[in-house]
């Protein structure tokens, strides 16, 4: 079983400013890091920046798909690369059956604004006390949903089509 977790921060540097933690925290094996990307939106800015984070992660990452759609959705930025029409709804559909649903959309829209930052990790083996203390230190505000091992795998499967489908 997998894990989307996303940690808010108080600032747009801070969730760029925890990866260092994130490593260290992956280095100790307190957690298993399959795939993550941060967003940073500085005030007076109408959407914030994205950064996937393929170095921490290894193979079988969800890949850009997956995170270009959910910014997509949380902040309506223009997914780039991604095809439209009938392609669009299958992913929809797979974000739900993933266990990404709009009360977690919502939440995420309400709590990262201008101003803000956050650090989205899909993990697994988490060690949840050893690695909640430290995030809790930093200031972070912690939004999570726990996606079955089915739901994992039907992501993986739909993401892995979509980039495949772009690259032909």
């Known amino acids: 079983m997998g894990t989307l977790s996303v940690w808010k921060f108080e600032s747009p540097q801070g969730a760029e400013n925890a990866l260092g933690l994130l490593t260290r925290l992956q280095k100790e094996q307190l957690i298993r890091i399959q ?21 921490l992660t290894g193979a079988g990452a969800l890949g850009g798909s997956f995170w270009g759609f959910l910014f997509g959705l949380i902040f309506f930025i223009p997914l780039l690369g991604m095809a439209v029409g009938a392609a669009m709804g299958a992913l929809a559909g797979s974000m739900r059956h993933g266990g990404i649903d709009e009360d977690f959309i919502r939440e995420v829209q309400r709590q990262v604004t201008p101003g803000t930052s956050a650090l989205f990790v899909v993990t697994s083996e988490v060690v949840a006390d050893r690695v909640l203390e430290p995030f809790k230190e930093t200031g972070a505000t912690l939004i999570t949903t726990n996606l079955s091992a089915e739901q994992e795998t039907r992501l993986r499967e739909a993401f892995a089509e979509s980039e495949e489908t772009q690259r032909a």
Do not use: M
């Open 35 to 55: 795939d993550a990307a941060y967003v940073s939106w500085p005030e007076g800015r109408k959407k914030p920046k994205t950064k996937e984070l393929g170095k």
